[in-house]
């Protein structure tokens, strides 16, 4: 489906994850083309949320493969996966609430050593997100939904990755910031940086991508580009239950 | 008569030494959810390691300090390296038992190098004392303020403007989201407990000097002195477990000052069970959290039990049932009379930690309960020894229960800490309350076993007895398991949260659960009272909690059969291969270590 | 007012802070007997932190909640069990090493009788004697429960039965979120809250769950439903009510809050407003 799409990024291969007896993907095959934006859709439980895990190395799949720009990404730790070049948004934000926001953004450099650069980079994310900049050294705990949104992306900008996962980015924000969002991971996006991100919102994850995969009790049962999935009735089929988005 | 200012001093000073321990314990607790129960090992080693600076190898007092922190430093990396970081993805049980058991293994270990007798610790600081107002000030307490306050300044600067410092700050507050960040935690883990333990072993060293003397005792002490602080600080909370040692050592040192020295312990150890039942989030914890959602099944790892077929356990049990009948050794029914009145104890604690949770750490004084009534009530009373045991047992399983009812509300980690703290003031208590208990003289003279008149003084009726009562507490365990009773308590273990919302009340179950579980506990200690015909208030230590710890871990959480098997094992074993007994609380600590790490479920599985 | 005394729950300005977060924001909700109200909205909404509030697994900050005419809020979740509430949880808190039966034997707990004489002060003490000694009432009891939880396992087809002894750690994740709707039907309440109980399940087994839950309703069960899939909640509901950022931002029935401007621009997103004409002319 993806065969005229250049050279992946990422690419998972025939996952099989389980948590204790239960089995979360049978068989997974996803690939991230270079410059992409993927996105995985899929209800409440249908392990979404464990496909972001497996790339970041969070959660070891008990089969398959996973690999980054050609290389095996298992058996690699955690930071070691950030350190090649992945950054993360997770699921509710998951900033360090007790940190000053100028922390929390700057916690996104922690695998870089080039100071200058990574002042000049906060910079950069004050223009990106030039409402931040009042509130640099708030308690990040103290910020609106959508303000810590906005943190949680500059931070996983700050170490400039090749690509971005992010679950759930739109997640309990208000209309407004949920364009603003979206508005920012094509900005993103367009700077060079794949993004993979994993959402419930279908309508609003296609309106972005470059192409989907739909996820259904943890086997793709749909995928392709995202503008012919747009208008497929079968998205909402399979994993709505045969409804409109949710 | 010292001054009140002088208390004000002295609180303070000593609030200094806890909070070296209180805010290691905070560190670990923030990066890892675990409250380390073995810091005080390490304060005891900082002690000891001071020992032999001053004494053996005369450093200069810098010196001395470096040396203590370095050296607790590295035991405290080769704990994390070697204890924990391999439970990382276990069960949350697992951590918890492996600090237990590291503890017990670092206490013997520096009881066998150094033997259990006191030492004196000299300051190397001159002997002289500056009046402020109504108080005097000596070099000492000048030091142990200078290190606290150097140190807090260092902790300071190292969380706010180091990398390591953000990382571990990070880690404390969102651990995956810090390793999202690219924040190895292991190596957080190692600087936190680095830090912690260097801390930890020169708060040791600086006690050793206060008082002028350390011994092994002083681990415990330590041990539930920091979390006293720290829980009243609010766990994980740094600056909050400085203040709660402040605070800590105010309350003792005035508790002293009006009702003298042997109340120390029982006020901190009151203020504990007061925060952790009015504020279990400490004194400082902002407005109510959100409500926790564990998964399932975290806190002890799920497995299927072993199931041995009924005829098997008949035949075994008519073999232990006969075997005095055969030319056997008083030697061999002595160690298993030893074995049984473990395995009473053992049916207790399998039931209250393994079947409904309650990891209780403070065993023993439900065996000082039992053991106490039943030598009061057959000793002042002439009450037969029959039914005192029984009594024993009966005031064992109502006394108990109200005691440790405050911790009813708790879980996990912080069940082992009210019931070890609890279990302190049932000793404190009966070392003070000398018109019932004596005091420290104990109680003597206590009438042996007897049956309808007849006294049980040769080890074969005194086996028999003993077999019999631990096979009718195991078979009425069995039997409450199989009833609602028991899915009712697996069910609160699982989940309380769930089992909350389908109508079982935390309370009634789990009392119900230390009814039954104190009342086998306190039988076994009154048999106890009756053989030994002598007691007193450390008869019943924690290392007897421990050792019927261990013994229900090996057997498997909640399996009756398992407990009885664990308590021939190790009661048996080390006398099999003539084990010498100072060596015993070792390999008990180790077999521990050893069991969660290889075979958490024990040797018969979980029920 | 009628709709009020036939109400079997009534909700008035029910709110629930977290620190900064207003995650339940002075929600009124009225569901009457035998009625099934569905509660939508994105993930963090808010909507489980509204069970939790109805269910006393947490208290609310402001607002009441009346079961049956009667105040209960701020009332330990073991009364309301006992009152005749019963919920299943979102992410499925089964309990692991209990097998199925037991599990669904814990649903049945508030209907203990036998064992458990409402008995003041001693009453404990009794339920521990009679665990031990079992008369006859107390078996008769235990089998009865028994054969009924068989009953209830039956409902699932083949699903749990089978699996009656294994524990539930076992179990596929659909099969654990059957047990928790199996383990509140013990309970026979009068109120049910089921947190998406479809969550994790395909197609079939979503619409065997959806036939279940019409199937509870019909027999005259009043049910309070989170749920994601649409479809499922315009069919089985007598009105919707949407959350966002802790509000009601809509209510109504099915029809009504598909078409409402706000719910689409709120929770289905605005990138929708296409698909929402075809659904609507579908």
Redesign the interface.
């Known amino acids: 489906m993806t065969a005229s799409a250049p050279e992946p990024l990422l690419a998972l291969s025939n996952v099989d994850t389980f948590y204790?007896?239960?089995?979360?993907h049978f068989g997974l095959s996803i690939t991230v083309a270079r410059g992409h934006i993927v996105c995985l859709l899929g209800?409440?439980?249908?392990g979404k949320s464990t496909t972001m895990k497996i790339i970041?190395g969070?959660v070891k799949p008990r089969s398959g493969e996973v690999t980054f720009d050609g290389a095996s990404l298992l058996g690699l730790?955690?930071?070691q996966i950030?350190?090649r070049g992945i950054?993360?948004v997770?699921e509710?934000r998951?900033?360090?609430?007790?940190?000053s926001v100028r922390?929390n953004i700057?916690?996104?450099a922690?695998?870089r050593n080039d100071r200058e650069a990574i002042a000049q980079d906060l910079d950069k994310m004050l223009t990106l997100f030039p409402k931040l900049g009042q509130r640099l050294s708030q308690r990040a705990?103290?910020l609106?939904?959508g303000e810590q949104q906005m943190v949680a992306m500059a931070?996983a900008l700050m170490?400039r990755p090749r690509m971005i996962v992010m679950d759930?980015p739109?997640?309990?924000l208000?209309?407004l910031y949920?364009?603003r969002v979206l508005e920012l991971i094509r900005t993103i996006n367009q700077e060079g940086v794949s993004v993979f991100m994993v959402e419930?919102?279908a309508?609003?994850a296609?309106?972005i991508a470059h192409e989907a995969y739909v996820l259904?009790?943890g086997k793709i049962v749909l995928s392709g580009p995202a503008r012919a999935l747009k208008d497929d009735p079968r998205v909402r089929?399979?994993y709505?239950?045969?409804?409109?988005?949710? | 008569m010292s001054s009140w200012l002088d208390y004000t001093i002295n609180g303070l000073i000593v609030g200094n030494v806890y909070a070296l321990v209180a805010v290691g314990l905070a560190l670990i607790f923030g990066v890892s959810r675990l409250i380390n129960f073995a810091q005080g090992s390490i304060y005891l080693v900082g002690a000891y390691i001071g020992w032999v600076a001053v004494v053996q190898l005369h450093t200069p007092l810098p010196l001395t300090i470096i040396v203590v922190a370095v050296a607790a430093a590295i035991v405290g990396l080769i704990i994390e390296r070697f204890g924990l970081r391999p439970l990382q993805n276990s069960v949350r049980i697992a951590p918890l038992l492996a600090t237990i058991g590291i503890s017990f293994v670092l206490d013997q270990l520096v009881m066998l190098t150094f033997s259990p007798n006191p030492r004196a610790l000299p300051s190397q600081l001159p002997e002289v004392r500056f009046q402020v107002g109504n108080g005097t000030i000596g070099p000492l307490d000048l030091l142990i303020a200078g290190v606290g306050i150097t140190s807090a300044l260092l902790l300071f600067v190292f969380l706010r403007y180091s990398k390591l410092g953000w990382a571990v700050r990070a880690a404390s507050q969102d651990r995956d989201a810090a390793m999202q960040m690219g924040v190895d935690v292991n190596r957080v883990n190692q600087a936190v407990f680095g830090i912690a333990a260097a801390l930890g072993g020169v708060s040791g060293m600086l006690v050793g000097m206060y008082y002028n003397q350390i011994d092994t005792a002083m681990s415990l002490q330590a041990t539930l002195k920091g979390v006293v602080a720290e829980v009243v600080g609010g766990a994980g909370n740094v600056p909050g477990a400085v203040i709660g040692s402040l605070l800590l050592g105010l309350v003792e040192s005035y508790g002293v000052a009006v009702f003298g020295t042997s109340y120390r312990n029982l006020f901190a150890f009151l203020l504990l069970v007061v925060v952790l039942v009015l504020r279990p989030n400490g004194l400082f914890a902002s407005a109510r959290q959100a409500p926790p959602e564990p998964l399932t099944g975290t806190f002890i790892a799920p497995s299927r039990p072993v199931r041995i077929p009924r005829w098997a356990l008949a035949v075994a049990a008519a073999g232990f049932a006969i075997l005095p009948l055969f030319p056997v050794s008083f030697y061999v029914l002595q160690t298993l009379i030893n074995a049984w009145l473990l395995g009473m104890l053992a049916l207790s604690l399998t039931l209250v930690a393994g079947t409904i949770g309650q990891v209780s750490l403070g065993h023993a004084a439900l065996l000082a309960i039992g053991a106490y009534t039943s030598a009061l009530l057959s000793l002042t009373l002439n009450v037969p020894v029959g039914l005192a045991v029984i009594g024993g047992g009966l005031m064992s399983a109502a006394l108990g229960t109200l005691l440790i009812s405050p911790s009813f509300r708790l879980r996990g980690h912080y069940v082992s800490i009210a019931t070890l703290a609890i279990g302190e003031i049932v000793s404190l208590v009966i070392l003070n309350w000398e018109s019932v208990t004596r005091g420290p003289i104990g109680i003597s003279g206590i009438p042996p076993l007897s049956l309808f008149g007849y006294d049980l003084i040769s080890p074969t009726p005194i086996y028999w007895f003993s077999f019999a009562v631990m096979v009718v507490l195991a078979l009425l365990q069995g039997r409450l398991l199989t009833s609602h009773l028991g899915r009712s308590f697996r069910a609160i273990r699982d989940d309380d949260i769930a089992a909350r919302a389908y109508g079982l009340s935390l309370n009634r179950y789990k009392s119900l659960a230390f009814i039954f579980g104190g009342f086998a506990a306190g039988v076994s200690g009154g048999i106890a009272a009756h053989l030994y015909s002598y007691i007193n208030h450390e008869t019943f230590n924690t290392q007897q909690s421990i050792l019927a710890l261990t013994v229900v871990i090996l057997g498997g959480l909640g399996n009756v059969v398992g407990a009885i098997l664990g308590s021939v094992a190790l009661v048996g074993l080390p006398e099999v291969f003539r084990i010498a007994a100072e060596y015993r609380i070792l390999i008990y600590g180790i077999v521990l270590l050893l069991l969660v790490r290889f075979r958490p479920q024990g040797l018969l599985g979980t029920m | 007012m009628a709709e009020q005394l036939n109400s079997m729950l009534s909700l008035r300005g029910l709110t629930r802070r977290f620190g900064g977060l207003t995650a339940v924001d002075a929600i009124d909700l009225d569901l009457a007997k035998g009625g099934l109200v569905s509660i939508i909205g994105p993930n963090g909404a808010g909507k489980t932190t509204l069970f939790n509030l109805v269910t006393g697994i947490d208290r609310p900050d402001a607002g009441t909640v009346h079961f049956e005419g009667q105040d209960i809020t701020g009332l330990s979740p073991e009364r309301l069990a006992a009152a005749g509430i019963a919920r299943t949880f979102q992410l499925g808190r089964v309990f692991g090493n209990l097998s199925v039966m037991d599990n669904v034997l814990i649903g049945a707990h508030t209907r203990l009788r036998a064992v458990k004489p409402a008995v003041p002060a001693i009453g404990p003490l009794l339920e521990l004697g009679l665990a031990l000694l079992r008369p006859a009432s107390v078996q008769a009891e235990e089998e009865r429960l028994r054969e009924e939880v068989k009953a209830i396992l039956a409902r699932f087809g083949e699903r749990l039965l089978p699996r009656i002894d294994q524990p539930a750690y076992s179990l596929s994740y659909a099969n654990r979120r059957r047990v928790e709707i199996a383990r509140a039907l013990a309970l026979q309440p009068r109120l049910l809250l089921l947190d998406e109980p479809t969550a994790g399940m395909n197609p079939t087994e979503t619409s065997e769950m959806q036939a279940l839950v019409a199937e509870l309703n019909a027999e005259g069960l009043t049910i309070l439903l989170i749920e994601h899939k649409l479809e499922m909640v315009m069919r089985l509901s007598d009105r919707v009510i949407v959350m966002d950022e802790g509000k009601k931002i809509a209510e109504g029935s099915g029809e009504d809050v598909r078409s409402d401007p706000k719910v689409i621009e709120a929770y289905l997103g605005h990138g929708l407003s296409g698909t929402t004409e075809q659904e609507s002319a579908a």
């Open positions: 204790g007896q239960a089995q979360v209800g409440n439980a249908s970041l969070l730790s955690t930071p950030v350190r950054a993360s997770p509710a998951r900033l360090f609430a007790d940190m922390e700057l916690m996104g922690f695998v705990g103290s609106s939904g931070r170490s759930e739109t997640m309990g208000s209309p949920v364009d419930q919102n309508s609003l296609l309106e259904q009790t089929d399979a709505l239950g045969g409804s409109e988005a949710a």
